[in-house]
């Protein structure tokens, strides 16, 4: 591998950041072999398909041009699958019963069905054989670009494209454009596939196979972006280094943040920031710029005590503009709260600081912003024309005039561009100031803010009638009117259940649109908390509003558009929309947690049909951690100890129980008040199972035996291990807790232990027939003694019945293992919780797979991925990394990838923005489900969709089993 820096970037800002995200040195000196392609692209027969029968076996024989990949099925009339016979790779490592190294193949079937009958009648029966599978991009699913990812007032800038919305929270960040009554028009960040490589600045990671790929270089491997959101970014410029006194929160390593305070847009660029500047154009690239900028924030103590003064924090500012050619970048607002703390997740207010100044810069240079009015010294305010008492707000207008909204002083000055002074307008405490862009009219916004003055505490918590004020444009400045704030937009919450990072909880926007004035307006949501859950917490999102004579009339609500879609109006708890497929009835369900308010269980999930996109919320029997489904459609929910079935096939859902099922009373995964739970005539018991949250997965092979992912976390003192009712399966290099049980279709245990030594967690778990075990890792894959490129990925195992183990030489491991007991051959995968490891007895392994916090030495594993498997044992597994899922045979060979880099606006070639190839644009496609040979499913949070892709075959022949059909 070859890193290529595009800018000279390199900067540690936190102790944590130490632990390298991506091992750069030395990766062109080794070969990752596994990570290649093996079929060939050429899918051809020269002799084609035959079948033959003899006795109750049926010979289908052919051969092909090349060594691609292969698929033979039978199906009934109507294209269901009734026996998956195989599907691989042609080659030297072909998967059984396909012959190795041979391009001529026989392969037989004992005309039986996947559960082992035989089938009563060839009538309607074909055998099909296919070469070279080929997905494509179909659809978007449960997906609408009006959708709210933060907690945040979305910030609004109105410009003459439209209305540009910058929407950023819990991680994922999004620039788009609507037009002026709404309607979206497209997504500028995430950057267009199409434009990435415009996109100056970006780091660039060469990868096994040659492909030049972009990295997203946090911790998260989220986002471009890091100017806010940025934990784990070390590749800045030597000089824009805060001090080393200054702490800046990693708001647990970036799960909780966004990228931006302030959203400025003009002359076809936009700029975004918090600690430092993120810069690039309205098209979609960098504009010629680098789009990593310089610091742009002040700092201040963190505390009014006196021993922690000498620790500061950053102030950034909330508010920024630019000049009318797009060149000056104007920024306000730098203030910040003291929050005091109730609880672990009850947040007083405190009391707000600010600096009462206006900076500028060049958008374009890495030089920082220097003073351009008001003064420079923390809180130090001031009434003259030349002084701010909390500037919260600066706007331009066309002729380059700069807007201050003067808070406390209850005004809205104005100056030109060189800073000298025009005119004041008085407005009562003026938390925003909108130009509108053809009229250039001036709509300054009153709204409340926390603050607390210095010596003021009247002005603690003040209750401002949040209205707008409409004056003319420049030079004249005449008061026209008053609009007052509909009442969802000026009532506010007690102060242990408001937020308020940005300072104010509205944003608006303002423009014309034929004859009309359209106002949008946004708010940020109340802090989601114990308090607020029990109380109910109402979630708006963008109101369009048209004025007429002196009132705010509603025209369009983005959040009642989003209700009719029966779209969660938040995304997924910690950014995991799990999918799953029913094969039975051929729906799709996702699940977004939010189960109490640390949203880790689920007590509803939502039903999408994939040919119409119609989506159905649905209520379950208890509040569950996982599902899956079987081949006759029946449901398995699990908590952390039991596992139910269900028949959901009727509105009134009926448990299906195990012969070998166990009674079990209320049901249940959450602790909290709200949880929801059932009893069971006969559930399956998990061994030893208990606490934690990432269980691993479950799975039903087409027999109907279930594979289950497990942890275990009671400490056995006797043993030294934490499996209490694990005796006797302790042993030296064992590291870990977590664990797979395996039952028969009957709930009889199969395997309670299956790969001894599993450590740190896994994330998805698969089950063919043969009880071979299929797993994601998230231990990092090892190549001669050195790991994948991506450090937080994991690795894809497939294990053989009763031959699997993993021995582990960690710090945390229980028993050690003696040095002397060493393997004597490289470590296979690695994680700071077992250390290097040694994996035995796997059939392959394959890296560079999911995402896993631990990974790093700290982080957190709430954030994950999840591989899935399909009828021909093809495991499909995203590639966080590199844009894309990978799709394996049986014997571990990648058929193919699945996607590239791209953002929401990639739907086909003829789309906003095609991306090439099977057009399917990934930005972090961490949750994947597939209906076997007909579609696979992605969740794609940071593009706030599930995209479609359809699998078909770039050669296929049918061959009817008529023939065999006994005449009566």
């Not at 039978?74 to 030297?92: A, F, M, P, W, Y």
């Not at 012959?99 to 309607?124: A, F, I, P, R």
């Not at 607390?452 to 209750?463: L, N």
């Not at 043969?770 to 497939?798: A, C, F, P, V």
């Given at each position: 591998?070859?890193?290529?820096?595009?800018?000279?970037?390199?900067?540690?800002?936190?102790?944590?950041?130490?632990?390298?995200?991506?091992?750069?040195?030395?990766?062109?000196?080794?070969?990752?072999?596994?990570?290649?392609?093996?079929?060939?692209?050429?899918?051809?027969?020269?002799?084609?398909?035959?079948?033959?029968?003899?006795?109750?076996?049926?010979?289908?024989?052919?051969?092909?041009?090349?060594?691609?990949?292969?698929?033979?099925?039978?199906?009934?009339?109507?294209?269901?699958?009734?026996?998956?016979?195989?599907?691989?790779?042609?080659?030297?490592?072909?998967?059984?019963?396909?012959?190795?190294?041979?391009?001529?193949?026989?392969?037989?079937?004992?005309?039986?069905?996947?559960?082992?009958?035989?089938?009563?009648?060839?009538?309607?029966?074909?055998?099909?054989?296919?070469?070279?599978?080929?997905?494509?991009?179909?659809?978007?699913?449960?997906?609408?670009?009006?959708?709210?990812?933060?907690?945040?007032?979305?910030?609004?800038?109105?410009?003459?494209?439209?209305?540009?919305?910058?929407?950023?929270?819990?991680?994922?960040?999004?620039?788009?454009?609507?037009?002026?009554?709404?309607?979206?028009?497209?997504?500028?960040?995430?950057?267009?596939?199409?434009?990435?490589?415009?996109?100056?600045?970006?780091?660039?990671?060469?990868?096994?196979?040659?492909?030049?790929?972009?990295?997203?270089?946090?911790?998260?491997?989220?986002?471009?972006?890091?100017?806010?959101?940025?934990?784990?970014?070390?590749?800045?410029?030597?000089?824009?280094?805060?001090?080393?006194?200054?702490?800046?929160?990693?708001?647990?390593?970036?799960?909780?943040?966004?990228?931006?305070?302030?959203?400025?847009?003009?002359?076809?660029?936009?700029?975004?920031?918090?600690?430092?500047?993120?810069?690039?154009?309205?098209?979609?690239?960098?504009?010629?710029?680098?789009?990593?900028?310089?610091?742009?924030?002040?700092?201040?103590?963190?505390?009014?005590?006196?021993?922690?003064?000498?620790?500061?924090?950053?102030?950034?500012?909330?508010?920024?503009?630019?000049?009318?050619?797009?060149?000056?970048?104007?920024?306000?607002?730098?203030?910040?709260?003291?929050?005091?703390?109730?609880?672990?997740?009850?947040?007083?207010?405190?009391?707000?600081?600010?600096?009462?100044?206006?900076?500028?810069?060049?958008?374009?240079?890495?030089?920082?912003?220097?003073?351009?009015?008001?003064?420079?010294?923390?809180?130090?305010?001031?009434?003259?024309?030349?002084?701010?008492?909390?500037?919260?707000?600066?706007?331009?207008?066309?002729?380059?005039?700069?807007?201050?909204?003067?808070?406390?002083?209850?005004?809205?000055?104005?100056?030109?561009?060189?800073?000298?002074?025009?005119?004041?307008?008085?407005?009562?405490?003026?938390?925003?100031?909108?130009?509108?862009?053809?009229?250039?009219?001036?709509?300054?916004?009153?709204?409340?803010?926390?603050?607390?003055?210095?010596?003021?505490?009247?002005?603690?918590?003040?209750?401002?009638?949040?209205?707008?004020?409409?004056?003319?444009?420049?030079?004249?400045?005449?008061?026209?009117?008053?609009?007052?704030?509909?009442?969802?937009?000026?009532?506010?919450?007690?102060?242990?259940?408001?937020?308020?990072?940005?300072?104010?909880?509205?944003?608006?926007?303002?423009?014309?649109?034929?004859?009309?004035?359209?106002?949008?307006?946004?708010?940020?949501?109340?802090?989601?908390?114990?308090?607020?859950?029990?109380?109910?917490?109402?979630?708006?999102?963008?109101?369009?509003?048209?004025?007429?004579?002196?009132?705010?009339?509603?025209?369009?609500?983005?959040?009642?558009?989003?209700?009719?879609?029966?779209?969660?109006?938040?995304?997924?708890?910690?950014?995991?929309?799990?999918?799953?497929?029913?094969?039975?009835?051929?729906?799709?369900?996702?699940?977004?947690?939010?189960?109490?308010?640390?949203?880790?269980?689920?007590?509803?999930?939502?039903?999408?049909?994939?040919?119409?996109?119609?989506?159905?919320?649905?209520?379950?029997?208890?509040?569950?951690?996982?599902?899956?489904?079987?081949?006759?459609?029946?449901?398995?929910?699990?908590?952390?100890?039991?596992?139910?079935?269900?028949?959901?096939?009727?509105?009134?859902?009926?448990?299906?129980?195990?012969?070998?099922?166990?009674?079990?009373?209320?049901?249940?995964?959450?602790?909290?008040?709200?949880?929801?739970?059932?009893?069971?005539?006969?559930?399956?018991?998990?061994?030893?199972?208990?606490?934690?949250?990432?269980?691993?997965?479950?799975?039903?092979?087409?027999?109907?035996?279930?594979?289950?992912?497990?942890?275990?976390?009671?400490?056995?003192?006797?043993?030294?291990?934490?499996?209490?009712?694990?005796?006797?399966?302790?042993?030296?290099?064992?590291?870990?807790?977590?664990?797979?049980m395996v039952w028969n279709k009957y709930g009889k245990p199969l395997y309670v232990d299956f790969v001894p030594g599993l450590a740190a967690n896994t994330y998805g778990v698969g089950l063919d027939t043969q009880d071979n075990i299929y797993l994601m890792s998230s231990g990092t894959r090892i190549y001669n003694q050195k790991k994948h490129h991506s450090n937080e990925s994991g690795t894809l195992m497939k294990f053989p019945p009763k031959k699997g183990k993993i021995l582990s030489t960690g710090k945390k491991v229980e028993l050690k293992l003696d040095p002397e007991n060493y393997l004597k051959r490289d470590y296979d995968i690695s994680n700071p919780s077992f250390g290097n490891a040694w994996v035995i007895g796997s059939e392959w392994m394959y890296g560079g797979v999911g995402w896993s916090g631990k990974n790093g030495g700290l982080g957190c594993s709430c954030w994950n991925a999840r591989f899935t498997m399909d009828y021909f044992n093809r495991s499909f597994a995203p590639e966080i990394s590199r844009f894309s899922i990978a799709m394996l045979d049986s014997a571990g060979n990648l058929i193919t990838r699945i996607g590239t880099y791209g953002n929401t606006d990639a739907q086909g070639p003829k789309s906003k923005a095609p991306v090439g190839g099977d057009e399917v644009g990934l930005m972090h496609g961490a949750y994947v489900a597939v209906h076997t040979d007909n579609r696979l499913f992605i969740a794609d949070p940071a593009n706030q969709k599930i995209i479609s892709a359809k699998l078909g075959y770039h050669k296929e022949e049918r061959l009817s089993l008529k023939q065999f059909q006994e005449k009566e």
């Amino acid at each position: 591998m070859t890193y290529f820096k595009l800018s000279n970037y390199g900067q540690f800002t936190l102790v944590s950041i130490l632990i390298a995200i991506f091992n750069f040195s030395n990766h062109s000196s080794y070969s990752q072999d596994e990570l290649l392609v093996k079929r060939k692209g050429i899918y051809e027969f020269t002799k084609k398909p035959t079948i033959k029968k003899s006795g109750d076996n049926i010979s289908i024989s052919f051969t092909s041009k090349d060594y691609c990949d292969v698929t033979i099925a039978i199906e009934d009339s109507s294209g269901k699958i009734i026996r998956h016979l195989i599907s691989g790779v042609l080659g030297k490592n072909s998967p059984a019963p396909l012959k190795k190294n041979s391009l001529s193949q026989t392969v037989v079937w004992n005309c039986k069905n996947d559960q082992g009958k035989y089938v009563l009648s060839y009538e309607d029966l074909t055998v099909r054989v296919s070469l070279g599978i080929k997905p494509m991009y179909e659809k978007d699913l449960y997906s609408n670009p009006k959708r709210r990812q933060g907690r945040e007032a979305p910030v609004l800038k109105s410009t003459k494209e439209g209305v540009y919305v910058y929407d950023g929270g819990t991680g994922f960040d999004f620039v788009k454009l609507f037009s002026a009554d709404g309607e979206y028009i497209k997504t500028i960040y995430p950057f267009p596939g199409n434009k990435i490589k415009d996109v100056k600045g970006l780091h660039i990671l060469k990868r096994a196979d040659g492909a030049m790929l972009p990295l997203k270089p946090t911790f998260m491997q989220q986002t471009f972006l890091t100017s806010g959101n940025y934990h784990g970014y070390t590749k800045r410029k030597k000089e824009f280094y805060y001090p080393k006194h200054v702490e800046i929160d990693d708001h647990h390593y970036g799960m909780y943040w966004y990228a931006s305070s302030f959203l400025a847009v003009e002359g076809g660029k936009i700029a975004l920031g918090m600690d430092y500047l993120n810069r690039f154009a309205t098209d979609g690239t960098s504009g010629g710029m680098d789009i990593y900028g310089p610091p742009i924030a002040m700092t201040a103590a963190k505390s009014k005590f006196a021993k922690q003064n000498k620790i500061h924090q950053t102030v950034t500012p909330r508010s920024g503009a630019l000049s009318p050619d797009g060149k000056t970048l104007y920024l306000a607002g730098y203030h910040f709260c003291k929050f005091g703390k109730a609880s672990a997740d009850i947040i007083l207010p405190g009391s707000w600081h600010s600096y009462h100044a206006v900076y500028k810069m060049e958008l374009k240079s890495d030089k920082k912003p220097k003073l351009f009015l008001g003064s420079p010294i923390y809180e130090k305010n001031g009434k003259d024309n030349n002084s701010f008492y909390v500037p919260a707000h600066v706007a331009t207008d066309a002729k380059g005039n700069v807007y201050v909204s003067d808070h406390l002083n209850h005004r809205v000055q104005v100056y030109s561009s060189e800073g000298t002074f025009i005119s004041t307008l008085k407005v009562p405490n003026p938390s925003q100031v909108v130009i509108e862009p053809y009229t250039q009219k001036i709509y300054a916004v009153s709204s409340m803010i926390y603050v607390e003055g210095r010596g003021s505490k009247a002005v603690r918590r003040k209750k401002v009638q949040a209205k707008i004020t409409v004056f003319s444009s420049a030079p004249h400045f005449n008061n026209e009117k008053v609009l007052d704030l509909p009442n969802k937009f000026n009532k506010w919450v007690s102060p242990g259940m408001y937020r308020g990072n940005f300072g104010f909880p509205l944003s608006v926007a303002v423009l014309k649109n034929k004859g009309d004035i359209n106002v949008w307006i946004s708010r940020e949501w109340t802090r989601e908390n114990i308090l607020t859950v029990r109380k109910g917490i109402k979630r708006t999102n963008i109101h369009i509003f048209t004025i007429k004579a002196n009132k705010l009339i509603l025209k369009d609500d983005f959040g009642k558009e989003i209700a009719k879609q029966n779209i969660m109006n938040k995304p997924a708890k910690y950014n995991r929309p799990r999918i799953y497929f029913n094969p039975k009835n051929k729906k799709l369900y996702l699940t977004e947690g939010r189960t109490n308010y640390q949203g880790k269980a689920f007590k509803q999930i939502r039903e999408i049909n994939p040919e119409t996109g119609k989506t159905t919320v649905i209520p379950i029997p208890f509040d569950a951690e996982d599902m899956c489904f079987d081949h006759d459609g029946y449901i398995y929910l699990r908590n952390l100890e039991h596992v139910i079935r269900y028949d959901m096939s009727k509105k009134k859902w009926r448990e299906v129980p195990w012969d070998y099922g166990n009674e079990a009373k209320s049901v249940h995964t959450s602790s909290s008040s709200d949880r929801k739970m059932t009893d069971s005539v006969s559930a399956l018991k998990m061994t030893g199972s208990n606490g934690g949250w990432h269980h691993g997965g479950m799975y039903v092979a087409l027999n109907g035996n279930i594979a289950v992912g497990c942890i275990n976390s009671f400490k056995d003192t006797e043993n030294r291990f934490p499996f209490t009712n694990f005796k006797g399966r302790s042993f030296a290099g064992r590291g870990g807790t977590p664990y797979i049980m395996v039952w028969n279709k009957y709930g009889k245990p199969l395997y309670v232990d299956f790969v001894p030594g599993l450590a740190a967690n896994t994330y998805g778990v698969g089950l063919d027939t043969q009880d071979n075990i299929y797993l994601m890792s998230s231990g990092t894959r090892i190549y001669n003694q050195k790991k994948h490129h991506s450090n937080e990925s994991g690795t894809l195992m497939k294990f053989p019945p009763k031959k699997g183990k993993i021995l582990s030489t960690g710090k945390k491991v229980e028993l050690k293992l003696d040095p002397e007991n060493y393997l004597k051959r490289d470590y296979d995968i690695s994680n700071p919780s077992f250390g290097n490891a040694w994996v035995i007895g796997s059939e392959w392994m394959y890296g560079g797979v999911g995402w896993s916090g631990k990974n790093g030495g700290l982080g957190c594993s709430c954030w994950n991925a999840r591989f899935t498997m399909d009828y021909f044992n093809r495991s499909f597994a995203p590639e966080i990394s590199r844009f894309s899922i990978a799709m394996l045979d049986s014997a571990g060979n990648l058929i193919t990838r699945i996607g590239t880099y791209g953002n929401t606006d990639a739907q086909g070639p003829k789309s906003k923005a095609p991306v090439g190839g099977d057009e399917v644009g990934l930005m972090h496609g961490a949750y994947v489900a597939v209906h076997t040979d007909n579609r696979l499913f992605i969740a794609d949070p940071a593009n706030q969709k599930i995209i479609s892709a359809k699998l078909g075959y770039h050669k296929e022949e049918r061959l009817s089993l008529k023939q065999f059909q006994e005449k009566e």
